[in-house]
């Protein structure tokens, strides 16, 4: 009976270096990906990641500005004015001081 010399499939030689020649092409091309540079993966995630937070931050301003708008709007009303005066500094209208 012929007796296999290596007990494990890859742990002939050239098994070894086939995994070897893998495992560094593997290694060096996560390596190149994460290269700093203008093209880098890490910058590249890092840009979408500042792009994010600018569309957030642009939506929370679209949403500021609507509500300044509305009370523009609100404050144009002189019913809205008189009511705002009397609740907040207990402005009394002039109709009721009698003369």
Known sequence: MYKYPYKRIGERPKDRKKKLIIYLSIFFLVVAFFIPGPNGLARVIYKYYQKQCLHKDIEQLKIKAELIQAKINKSKDERYLKKYLQDN??????ETISP
């Open 89 to 94: 500094y207990q402005m009394i209208p002039a």
